[in-house]
């Protein structure tokens, strides 16, 4: 869906729509007024150099690159890569192996859970459907789903930011790693069932304040596009975005529990020192639904994320209420089911971060959408391998730096699964 340009009235909207078979959406909601929370002057101000487009971006720095994925072999897993699309140019880089058991290499092409990623997606949706008229970011999400929430404060909006409150049932769900996963590898959940394991627990922040990062956030958002359409998010993903940028080798598969075609092996690392990584590549993911369950490549997370910020999935004031920063700390802020992140260079990069057992992905992109990076390591439960990854955004967008600038890189300690516990 080309959705800067569709309901319009135009005849170009309506060919654009017939050309790429996706129903029509009624017309683009006029912009809302800013809620009374309004968060983009409370978050930081990104770096200069970040201001639309004004900065030139320096070559990627592929020796650094490589030495980061080389750094998450040396610290445990099995695997790393990356693929780098810049104005046209792709570079790719790939390091050890997707597949213990038969010694195959990590190919770019290969597809792998993408996590939290997925909210990227979810979110996108959400927006499309305010497009529509058919969802309202400031309405309470009692009054779409009637007595789901305890509190009557909690809107659409909140949900997208993590400021709802809502308790992340995954904090409990993998206490314990490797047993946690393994209660829930095969297990099929509903929506509802996975929002009462959250009300167990008391709100975390009042509605609508600080960031609180939660799953439940993003399984409540799923059930609103399914309310609001009548259809599944599976459907709904296909038909918003997976045709209309033609994500061959994207997919919703839950509650089925393969990864389609040629794929990387994802490979948990249990609690308990020295012991041996789990294969966790065949999952449900039910535990995660619309928080986490997709399935992606590096080519086809590329196109989604540069397509995003690009003007291509919603409306131009849709995507600017996506940019309303909340703070996280001083080098991140939060969307609406985006991240940005402030690098060492001063220049900021849009995506998401992606846990899933066995499987760390981050996905980010230049503010133009013009030069875009996918990486992942095939592993998780380690903070050794997790804080690779943000240097394989400073070697894609900061270019060549000295080493201290490099070593001032912040510690990373909390994955989207169970956020709360700190790892190792």
Request: charged share 20%; aromatic share 6%; net charge positive.
């Amino acid at each position: 869906m080309v959705a800067g340009m569709v309901g319009r009235g135009t005849a170009l909207g309506a060919a654009l729509l017939s050309l790429l078979a996706v129903p029509a959406p009624t017309a683009f909601a006029s912009p809302a007024a800013p809620a009374a929370d309004s968060v983009a002057a409370a978050a930081p101000a990104a770096p200069a150099g970040a201001a639309a487009g004004a900065t030139t971006l320096p070559s990627p720095d592929l020796t650094a690159l490589r030495e980061a994925l080389r750094s998450a072999l040396a610290k445990g897993a099995p695997g790393a890569m990356a693929r780098i699309d810049d104005h046209g140019a792709v570079r790719r880089l790939t390091e050890g192996v997707a597949d213990k058991a038969t010694g195959r290499a990590m190919n770019t092409d290969d597809r792998f859970r993408i996590g939290s990623v997925t909210k990227t997606f979810t979110s996108v949706v959400v927006l499309q459907l305010v497009d529509e008229g058919r969802l309202d970011l400031d309405t309470s999400v009692n009054t779409y789903l009637p007595g789901l929430l305890p509190d009557d404060r909690i809107t659409v909006r909140h949900l997208l930011s993590h400021r709802s409150g809502l308790h992340d049932y995954t904090d409990e769900m993998f206490a314990r790693t490797v047993p946690g996963f393994e209660a829930v590898r095969n297990k099929v959940f509903s929506h509802r069932e996975l929002v009462k394991l959250s009300l167990e627990k008391p709100l975390t922040v009042e509605p609508g304040t600080t960031h609180a990062y939660s799953n439940t956030n993003f399984v409540v958002a799923g059930m609103l596009i399914e309310k609001a359409t009548g259809h599944t998010v599976q459907t709904e993903y296909r038909d918003r975005i997976i045709k209309p940028l033609k994500l061959t080798d994207t997919f919703y598969v839950h509650p089925g529990t393969a990864v389609p075609g040629r794929h990387v092996k994802g490979y948990l690392r249990p609690d308990e020192a020295g012991a041996p990584l789990v294969d966790s590549t065949r999952q449900t993911a039910s535990w995660a639904q619309s928080a986490g369950a997709m399935i992606s490549s590096t080519h086809d997370l590329n196109t989604f994320v540069s397509a995003l910020l690009r003007g291509k999935l919603m409306s131009p004031a849709r995507l600017a209420q996506m940019q309303e920063w909340v703070p996280v700390n001083s080098t991140q802020g939060y969307g609406l089911g985006l991240r940005r992140r402030d690098l060492s260079c001063g220049v900021s990069v849009y995506g998401h971060t992606g846990t899933v057992q066995g499987y760390y992905t981050y996905s980010f992109t230049s503010k133009d959408g013009k030069r875009t990076i996918t990486s992942l390591a095939n592993t998780s439960n380690t903070s050794d391998v997790l804080n690779v990854m943000p240097l394989t955004l400073e070697a894609a967008f900061c270019g060549k730096k000295p080493a201290a600038a490099r070593s001032a890189t912040p510690v990373e300690r909390h994955e989207d699964i169970a956020p709360s516990l700190v790892r190792d």
